[in-house]
């Protein structure tokens, strides 16, 4: 029974990889999709699905990132508050 736990846990994280990797290969078709069509007037652009911490600075932001739902939030005023005191 140990080894059916074991196995399940690792397919879970297996999954878990491929289901990043995917998001991340969509974004890069996505961008891809965007140079070939014709990108006259953007010169540059960032895209960020958040699968990831490499692109937040936390030094210098205080939102929440939520990489299981691949979203950001904003600190409500109460929680700024708080962190000013």
Not at 16 to 28: D, V
């Amino acid at each position: 029974m140990q080894f059916c736990i074991e196995d399940f846990e690792r397919w879970k994280f297996d999954i878990a990889l491929f289901e990043k990797r995917l998001i991340n290969l969509e974004s890069r078709i996505d961008n891809l999709l965007l140079i070939a069509q014709g990108s006259e007037g953007f010169h540059s652009f960032f895209v960020e699905n958040f699968t990831d911490m490499s692109h937040v600075d936390l030094d210098n932001s205080d939102v929440f990132v939520d990489i299981a739902s691949r979203q950001i939030y904003l600190p409500s005023e109460s929680q700024v508050g708080n962190q000013e005191a």
